[in-house]
């Protein structure tokens, strides 16, 4: 079809189409969000939505259609959004009934996973993060944006697989990129669950980049960020910067500032130690529950929550900055009642960092300004509650709350108690605050009031006792008569629309109040909504205030959390200073002792870099070595964040990383096999590991051969003690029980092992480690308790049974062999083999078909002979 032969309203679509290639457009007509040709296709079968058709395409064809109506569009959005679709929301810029010809439209947003700022389509209070990544050689530059609340840091990595821990850290909702990225990082995004958008090239360019954050700043020089110099993540952060502000047509002034994450601050977990430990979200991604952060997290508020989560993946190094978060949570710990009333105050606290976004974006709603007023009003109350001989950091983030009276007075002269959820059907405005606006409800009111007297007095003129006056969006107001009652209507009436039960007119009285109160009412919610964005705006100064509010109680919010943790399950203060001994009394995994409440068996650690270094840790499966293993880590980690610890005691050396390899299953996507996949994790862990370090290995080299495992294993442990005085402190599991006497020949290696209680044939898993070394991993015992058939157990013990006899007494052990061999070594052998002499003479290229298949009954023949193979 030709353009000429298009609807007008069609050439806009197509308009929009060819600016956003790669959205779906959302298109504004009436009370409907329509979609055309292929986005109505996914629309359709994305949100199961019905399929139709409506005129013609350009090539001629139906038209697919599938609409949604205006006012539920955002749930649409929002489920559209998180398939990773990017959506652009073309709206009409005129109002219908005062356009002249076709309705002037505009995309006025584009909205993509990572640029989500509307309440209605954030579920969790969780970041949501987009994440902008510049190559640079072998570097990266990274950013991170969340434009909902207006965080914004950068960072740079060395390598690729820094770049993939950083996207587990964080976990990003989308990635801009200015091209195809290098060390297959593009799958590995995909894999973790973020849409990679490209992006333009120029964007990322260093002097563009540079200028988009100075004029955003308004500063000369980044050096007040601390990012002077740091090139390839200021190409990042502002290629960031200017993707949001074109993608929301807004220049997002909630987003006030840029900061440096270093990662000389802060413990380094990598994306392996994060799975492994369960950190914040389980081994097998089914969310939070079972991990750490789900034992932790008791905060109260959206602000504390999310500043939970920042603490647990970026543990400290300072060990003056790790002191002082312990003090504030002692702190709450030994004033039960002051915390409980601060806690029970956060309930009335609201997400104020993301309402502080959405009014800086300019789409906060009446309810948001409600709710901000409302938790502002707890701010005193707060103060009240936590007075006295504070701790430095409680102190600071008390002094940095404020209550904003001036804020709370406008809203409230403003803003009804119990507005509507938007501005749509007016009654947003409190009675007092516009003189005008009052004398348009009272003429809207009065005249409603006109109409009730209007339609009395025409039922007693008429006679016509069902005669209604009523109101509809397309006929405006009219006189409703049924069919019995038509031959009483009055001369003066004027017939507008015969229906099947009846008829309705309308008078020229009617007319003319219908004139105005359709005029006031108009009026009055155009009044309404310029009163309320010109609030939203005044509202907008304050930003930055309502930032550092949010902040503040999001930090108290986590110490009170984690002093109600450390309360209810016992947990002790841990020790941390600057050696490299971990010393922990009666320690448990948090998470499993939540789990399975009342069973878990406390263990005592000492780890000493200089002294009992290296623990090697043998016993049954299912013994609890690795629940062991990890409970160390962890502990570790909660000790860094500023967290009480489940002990009796803990005293900490800090740790710089934290490496654990504890099992590895194929990548078929890359074709890596198992033990492949092992021993990148374990080069990694190799290649990084410093004497400050803790490091957790279960079962290294158990995905080859044993020969070769144990050889590895050795290899390993060996390369981790080192020839010198110190090392890290390494938890070392294994059922290679060879290593055992490792203990011999290398100082600062111990063995320990896990104590098991055997009666009658049956095992008892003590849970208890014990210093020395085991030789039984009592697989069959634990796979008799897996299911495994009884036939298959009980043959499993002769076998077992017959194999220790025949060690036992020296007997010969049948030699392996890795693939097939045609015939026995020449060591088998005293004599020749005829066969195989005979073979030797054998010239194949001088035999003829016949002479060849005589010459192979031959052989035959003499391999059939006595004392050959």
Known sequence: MTEEKMTPAMRQFYAMKEEHPDCVIFFRMGDFYETFGHDAEIVSRELDIVLT??????????????????????????????????????????????????????????????????????????????????????????????????????????????????????????????????????????????????????????????????????????????????????????????????????????????????????????????????????????????????????????????????????????????????????????????????????????????????????????????????????????????????????????????????????????????PPANLKGGGVIREGYSPELDELKGLSGSGKDWIAEYQQKERERTGIKSLKVRYNRVFGYYIEVTKPNLALVPDDYDRKQTTANGERFTTPDLREKEMLITNAEERLLSLEAELFADLVATLAASVPGFQETARAIGVLDVYAALAAVAQRNDYTRPVLDDSVRTAVRAGRHPVVEEMVPGSFVPNDTLLDGGGDQVLIITGANMAGKSTYMRAVALIQVMAQIGSFVPAAHASLGIVDRVFTRVGASDDLSSGRSTFMVEMQELANILNNVTERSLVVLDEIGRGTSTIDGYSIARAVIEFLHGTGKTGPRTLFATHFHQLIDVEADLKRVKNYHFAVKETAGEIVFLRTIIPGATDRSYGIHVARLAGVPRAVTQRAEKILKATEEEVASGGPRQRKFTQMLLFPSSEARADPDPAVEALKKIDPDALTPREALDALYELKALAGKEGSP
């Open 53 to 418: 058709s409506r005129g013609k395409d350009r090539e001629g064809e139906k038209m697919p259609l599938a609409g949604v109506p205006y006012h539920a569009a955002d749930t649409y959005v929002s489920r559209l959004v998180a398939k990773g679709y990017r959506v652009a929301v073309c709206e009409q810029l005129e109002d219908p009934k005062k356009a002249k010809g076709i309705v002037k439209r505009g995309v006025v947003r584009v909205i993509t996973p990572g640029t989500v700022i509307d309440a209605s389509m954030i579920a969790s209070p969780g970041a949501r993060y987009l994440m902008s990544l510049c190559p640079d050689g072998a570097d990266f530059g990274i950013a991170f944006l969340d434009i909902s609340t207006g965080e914004f840091f950068v960072e740079e990595c060395g390598d690729g697989g820094e770049v993939v821990s950083e996207v587990e850290r964080y976990r990003p909702q989308e990635c801009i990129v200015p091209g195809p990225l290098p060390c297959g990082l593009g799958e590995r995004f995909s894999a973790q669950g973020v849409l990679v958008t490209p992006y333009e090239e120029g964007a990322f360019s260093g002097v563009r980049a540079r200028q988009v954050l100075l004029d955003r700043f308004g500063t000369v020089s980044l050096e007040g960020f601390g990012c002077e110099g740091m090139e390839a993540a200021v190409r990042a952060a502002g290629a960031a910067l200017r993707y949001a502000t074109e993608t929301q047509f807004s220049d997002l002034s909630h987003i006030t500032g840029l900061s440096v994450r270093s990662t000389a601050e802060r413990m380094s977990l990598d994306a392996i130690t994060l799975r492994n430990l369960e950190i914040t979200e389980t081994i097998r991604g089914e969310g939070k529950e079972g991990t750490l952060l789900h034992v932790l997290d008791r905060t109260r508020t959206s602000m504390g929550s999310r500043t939970i989560r920042a603490y647990l993946v970026n543990p400290l190094l300072d060990r003056a900055g790790i002191d002082a978060r312990l003090d504030a949570v002692e702190y709450f710990v030994g004033n039960t009642p002051a915390r409980e009333t601060f806690q029970d105050l956060l309930r009335g606290c609201a997400d104020i960092e993301r309402i502080a976004g959405r009014i800086a974006y300019g789409n906060a709603t009446p309810r948001d300004l409600v709710t901000l007023r409302a938790s502002f009003e707890t701010v005193p109350e707060i103060r009240e509650a936590l007075q006295g001989d504070l701790p430095a950091r409680v102190r600071e983030a008390v002094d940095q709350i404020s209550d904003f009276p001036a804020v709370r007075d406008l809203v409230s002269r403003a803003v009804v108690d119990d």
